[in-house]
């Protein structure tokens, strides 16, 4: 079933925070490791996105656990899944792996759900995250032109990644937490070489960041400039996740509401961070936020990103099944 068509009829849920669920197993060393890569030269600990290859089944329970919570799009466990983020742990040559096997499970997963319930058909999402470096900002603060990494650096890991996802069987891409627009651009190049090259497209879904209360971007785009600067491409939807809770994203929902030609999407933290970093707001506090948006009819798409849970895409899941999506006149059929 198509997605667009879906789309039109309701509100999609997304799923909550991966690395959140992953703290929760209070993983070693060791189950990082795994056997296969006991004597791998650096730590591992801390590399989630390495977890498809060693812990398998506990990505697979975590996905189960937020599509019976109610999420219809599941994301992959590759937020940092490309050579440029896994050169920090000198794991770069597996970035295509990674992927592969991310997309295989979460595919497994929304079969095995899906199979439940055949007239709601759960998708997967590719996620792909901004790498640790920013082709907008300088790496040394006295010298404004030098980069950390070029555009062609970028598309050409994006590419890789976005592969090994399709290969996997991922049914969207989603390029998300965009806090470098031309970081985005060059994903959305990589992406696009790589739909030429397979003779296949799938839905592209593009989320930007905004930063804190100025908001603009971390490279200092308005959410209008981040909206105009990706709108070349036929994307499925734009949205705003991270950085803000649903409170403080609201204003700039509002925003993409108003000027997107495409479906719209958020997925904001739960809440702010308290002074341990750590996200104090419940499911039912959040959802009341949410609803404010399902009132105004700003979203196609939303989810939960740092610090949620299964239990509050479940409360998102629940109101969001009341209300009408958002209606926009330039989607195409």
Do not use: W
């Amino acid at each position: 079933m198509d997605i667009r068509n879906i789309l039109k009829e309701r509100i999609l849920v997304l799923d909550g925070a991966m690395g959140t669920m992953i703290q929760q197993y209070t993983l070693s060393e060791e189950d990082f490791r795994g056997q296969e890569f006991k004597d791998h030269p650096t730590s591992l600990k801390g590399n989630n996105d390495f977890l498809v290859l060693t812990q398998p089944e506990i990505i697979k329970e975590i996905h189960i656990k937020y599509l019976e919570a109610g999420a219809d799009i599941l994301e992959t466990n590759t937020f940092s899944a490309t050579r440029i983020a896994q050169a920090d742990y000198q794991a770069e040559d597996l970035a295509y792996r990674i992927n592969l096997e991310a997309a295989r499970i979460a595919k497994e997963a929304a079969v095995e759900i899906t199979a439940k319930d055949p007239h709601r058909p759960r998708f997967v999402a590719g996620s792909i995250g901004p790498t640790n470096k920013t082709a907008s900002i300088s790496s040394d603060v006295n010298q404004p032109g030098i980069r950390a990494i070029s555009f062609d650096e970028l598309s050409m890991a994006y590419k890789e990644q976005a592969k090994g996802l399709m290969d996997g069987g991922a049914d969207i891409l989603l390029v998300e937490t965009v806090f470098d627009t031309l970081n985005a651009k060059a994903a959305l190049f990589g992406i696009s070489e790589l739909f030429s090259e397979l003779g296949k497209e799938i839905p592209v879904m593009v989320s930007g960041t905004i930063t804190d209360a100025s908001g603009r971007t971390l490279s200092g785009q308005t959410t209008e400039a981040f909206l105009i600067s990706i709108s070349h491409f036929d994307l499925l939807s734009v949205g705003l996740n991270c950085a803000l809770g649903a409170s403080q994203l609201h204003p700039y929902m509002q925003i993409l509401n108003n000027q997107s030609p495409f479906y719209t999407s958020a997925h904001p933290n739960a809440g702010l961070p308290n002074e341990f970093g750590e996200y104090d707001q419940t499911p039912e506090e959040m959802g009341k936020l949410i609803e404010n948006y399902l009132e105004e009819k700003l979203v196609n798409i939303i989810g939960g990103c740092c610090g949620t849970t299964p239990a509050h895409i479940k409360e998102i899941s629940e109101i969001a099944a009341k209300y009408k999506p958002r209606e926009i006149v330039h989607a195409e059929a």
